[in-house]
């Protein structure tokens, strides 16, 4: 009996042992970014033995996919869900010969080990891709953390980012744009030309199309929501299935000042003809971009 009971003893301190903290999961984002700038996998020490590697929404290997190679990384964000133990990280690659935006989620297990690994990764021929154009408007945004004393509820955080995934479905949704608002969508920018009054309530949105399979991770210290969701109908080629799409919101004062997306097409171009938006539709919504 004795050994049963100092078992259970055992499992019990392991349990207690992991809390996820915000210092926990940044350690764990930074050794994600590591992952992906050297290719070395072996020096992720907290990755679990049954970890599942998904890229566009397969399943692939971290031994032979994108993060088996290592890149230089120009630009790097994550936001810290401690509530769900989860993290989101956003990489951007300019230098060739491969460059790349790149939104990843990652799932803790109860132990504190990375079990899943989930990423949007885009590249020439996906949807307005230009990961110049978006190391640029990248860096000229500020998302410092949130003041303690102004930052919003994790329920308003989220509920910014899910009025947006709703609206494109039903029309009568309120979204709750900022002013100033921008949108990076691809290398592509919205924008009048004065970025103290800009607005991302310019029209162009979706209309009657579902955004599906969502995954949420929010993190109320940087006021920050991403979604990972299935975009009905981006790519034309497969108009009735979810393209693999990350939107990430900025929250302040219950508004959005900034969106950042990627979305991967099934094929180059999403069956446009082309690797971006159709000039109609760049006109349509104002986008502007740094070629």
């Not at 799409?245 to 997306?261: A, L, P, Q, V």
Request: hydrophobic share 35%; charged share 20%.
């Amino acid at each position: 009996m004795a050994p049963f009971v100092f078992t259970l003893a055992t499992l019990a301190a392991s349990a207690m042992a992991f809390e996820c903290t915000r210092e926990y999961l940044q350690e764990t984002a930074d050794r994600y970014v590591d992952l992906m700038a050297t290719g070395q996998h072996d020096r992720f020490e907290n990755l679990a033995y049954d970890m599942k590697y998904m890229e566009n929404n397969k399943t692939a290997s971290i031994l032979n996919g994108v993060p088996a190679f290592g890149m230089t990384i120009d630009a790097k964000r994550s936001i810290l869900d401690t509530t769900q133990c989860k993290t989101m990280t956003e990489i951007i690659v300019t230098q060739p010969p491969h460059p790349y935006v790149i939104h990843t989620q990652m799932t803790l297990n109860a132990d504190g080990n990375v079990n899943l690994i989930d990423s949007i990764v885009t590249d020439k021929g996906d949807w307005a891709f230009n990961a110049t154009g978006t190391k640029y408007w990248n860096s000229i945004e500020s998302w410092d953390p949130i003041p303690e004393d102004q930052r919003d509820s994790r329920k308003v955080v989220k509920a910014g980012g899910k009025a947006y995934a709703d609206r494109c479905n039903d029309v009568s949704v309120h979204v709750p744009f900022g002013t100033p608002c921008a949108r990076l969508e691809g290398g592509a920018y919205t924008g009048r030309g004065n970025l103290s009054a800009n607005t991302c309530d310019i029209g162009g949105l979706p209309e009657h199309i579902p955004m599906t399979n969502r995954k949420y991770v929010v993190d109320e210290v940087m006021g920050v929501v991403d979604i990972f969701m299935g975009f009905t109908g981006l790519d034309r080629t497969r108009n009735t299935e979810g393209a693999p799409d990350s939107h990430m919101f900025r929250i302040e004062n219950g508004k959005i000042r900034y969106i950042h997306t990627a979305s991967a097409c099934f094929v180059d171009g999403c069956g446009m003809n082309g690797t971006g938006p159709p000039p109609q539709l760049r006109r349509h919504r104002s986008l502007r971009y740094l070629e």
